[in-house]
């Protein structure tokens, strides 16, 4: 597995592993302890969690899938979310004051069972908690060696500046794919002035870009897709010719569309590290795959040409939950 390294020097494989997809279901967390230990013996070093997936069994899962192999790899897990430590029950809306921040920071080393957080996000930027309370917060937990980096998650440029200048950020994380480049506008060039590293999430567009999913699928009620203005049927059937045309450009070179997503994204910078999530090693070899294939200057014009010559109809979240994220 090739490596790459996010800001502060932090060193891991070109691709990870997004676990948030794994609920609280017992089955959920044998399959993540089995997908997790399956990455790892592939090569893959990045395992993504965060305190409100589940809440708790997904850390709790990573945590026991990883024990055996802690020295191997690179954990990293979020905070910033309303959640009672003991219940898990999540009250609505974010929380990054200090106080909840060494709550969630405790939790989750227990949960994982280690005694130092690789890379510690900020799950969504707190309007309330002003930015430099959040970066020095970690900051102190940093030099009580309870965490090792420092990231934020779809934090907007200002945010990053606030927080970078108190404490170097390793990583922000946001979603990013072919069919979500928002992000290209004036967050990446300022992470690349920063230093800092970028992690984007759904690099497959929540599976879009795979071409497995057609028009008429219908999502069940706990799938996030289902709330999605973007896997409406009517939105679906509208952005398939982008997945059209991706698999036209990878059965011409002997890929799959997600191959040719995900390196399209490894050849936008070498400090860009996605963490596609999915539930079966069959997949996870094809994501990995990814990180073995050359675009050529033309391979990469032409699919610039088909995301600029496809709009992408439905906006990426249902207005409520924009506001809820503090997109």
């Known amino acids: 597995m090739k490596k790459r390294t996010l800001g502060q020097g932090l060193e891991v494989s070109a691709i990870g592993l997004g676990c948030m997809g794994y609920g609280s279901e017992v089955t959920d967390k044998q399959d993540l302890i089995a997908l997790a230990r399956a990455a790892v013996e592939r090569g893959i070093t990045f395992f993504d969690t965060a305190e409100v997936y589940g809440p708790f069994q997904n850390e709790e899962a990573v945590g026991e899938a990883l024990a055996p192999v802690r020295d191997k790899v690179v954990i990293a897990t979020k905070f910033g979310w309303n959640i009672d430590p003991d219940t898990g029950k999540n009250h609505g809306g974010v929380n990054s004051r200090p106080a909840r921040i060494r709550q969630a920071v405790e939790g989750s080393l227990k949960r994982l069972r280690i005694g130092c957080i690789d890379l510690l996000y900020q799950h969504r930027v707190d309007p309330e908690v ?37 404490l170097p950020v390793t990583a922000l994380q946001s979603e990013y794919s072919l069919w979500t480049r928002d992000r290209e506008r004036d967050v990446l060039p300022a992470l690349e002035e920063l230093g800092i590293g970028f992690v984007p999430f759904s690099p497959l567009g ?4 795979t071409g497995k999913i057609e028009a008429t699928r219908e999502f069940d009620t706990s799938d996030l897709r289902a709330k999605l203005p973007r896997f409406t049927p009517e939105a679906l059937a509208a952005n398939q010719a982008l997945v059209d045309r991706l698999q036209a450009i990878a059965r011409r070179k002997g890929l799959t569309a997600a191959q040719i997503a995900l390196a399209w994204i490894l050849a936008r910078k070498p400090w860009i590290v996605p963490i596609p999530g999915t539930r079966k090693v069959a997949r996870l070899e094809e994501n990995i795959g990814a990180t073995e294939v050359e675009l050529t200057a033309g391979d990469l014009a032409e699919i610039e040409d088909v995301a600029k010559t496809v709009k992408v109809e439905g906006d990426r979240y249902p207005e409520e939950m924009a506001k809820m994220s503090g997109l």
């Open 206 to 209: 929540r599976g879009f870009l």
């Open 130 to 166: 002003p930015m430099e309370d959040v970066a020095g917060t970690v900051k102190d937990l940093i030099r009580e060696g309870k965490v090792k980096h420092f990231g934020m998650s779809e934090a907007g440029v200002q945010s990053i500046r606030r927080a970078h200048a108190v």
